[in-house]
T-cell receptor, first 115, second 112 residues
Framework: EDQVTQSPEALRLQEGESSSLNCSYTVSGLRGLFWYRQDPGKGPEFLFTLYSAGEEKEKERLKATLTKKESFLHITAPKPEDSATYLCAVQAAFFTLWGTYKYIFGTGTRLKVLA | DGGITQSPKYLFRKEGQNVTLSCEQNLNHDAMYWYRQDPGQGLRLIYYSQIVNDFQKGDIAEGYSVSREKKESFPLTVTSAQKNPTAFYLC???????????FGEGSWLTVV
């Protein structure tokens, strides 16, 4: 069964304390892996897309990496404004009349950065 | 600015009532989706549409209905048959040939 698991469920960091969030997945026919940031009561905001093992993407204090079984979102020297829920999703191929690709989402990691 | 607009932000449903959530996008995306988000659960797919006048059931379609009469619009109706409708609903879209899925700001539905 296609599945995405994120850990930890919640993380509290002091400002400047670097850490990593994990997204492990089992999926047949992985097309891509996505990271989103979601603030309370708002829709997910796109951060990164990763397609192949070894690929890395960076944006400000965030860096996403991908292996064949998991992805990490590294947060370097976080600030309080980085507090949010970070969602991971994978895109899997499944066959329909339209060749639709299915997205499977993890439950997220709630990050709190303390000043 | 291009984006996905959901309305209303907050909606209250009485028992036995149908309610409709609006989703409009000006990104010229072909595919549109409705997801439901509950605490502690990943996003679950309700319905999706790849082209106008066609849509497919997702994993939790029971008690919901949709239409796709225009490329830019994909409204979701939560019917009285949906027994546990209180949730955060997200509309999303993708461009053909591009994998990234983009989301609207979401709508809260509460049963009163």
């Amino acid at each position: 069964e296609d599945q995405v698991t994120q850990s930890p469920e919640a993380l509290r960091l002091q400002e400047g304390e670097s850490s990593s969030l994990n997204c492990s997945y089992t999926v047949s026919g992985l097309r891509g892996l996505f990271w989103y940031r979601q603030d309370p009561g708002k829709g997910p905001e796109f951060l990164f897309t990763l397609y192949s093992a070894g690929e890395e993407k960076e944006k400000e204090r965030l860096k996403a990496t991908l292996t064949k079984k998991e992805s990490f979102l590294h947060i370097t020297a976080p600030k309080p404004e980085d507090s949010a829920t970070y969602l991971c999703a994978v895109q899997a191929a499944f066959f329909t009349l339209w060749g639709t690709y299915k997205y499977i989402f993890g439950t997220g990691t709630r990050l709190k950065v303390l000043a | 600015d291009g984006g996905i607009t959901q309305s209303p932000k907050y909606l209250f449903r009485k028992e036995g009532q149908n309610v409709t959530l609006s989703c409009e996008q000006n990104l010229n995306h072909d595919a549109m989706y409705w997801y439901r988000q509950d605490p502690g659960q990943g996003l679950r797919l309700i319905y999706y549409s790849q082209i106008v006048n066609d849509f497919q059931k997702g994993d939790i379609a029971e008690g919901y209905s949709v239409s796709r009469e225009k490329k830019e619009s994909f409204p979701l109706t939560v019917t009285s048959a949906q027994k546990n409708p209180t949730a955060f609903y997200l509309c999303a879209s993708t461009e053909q040939g591009v994998d990234t899925i983009y989301f609207g700001e979401g709508s809260w539905l509460t049963v009163v």
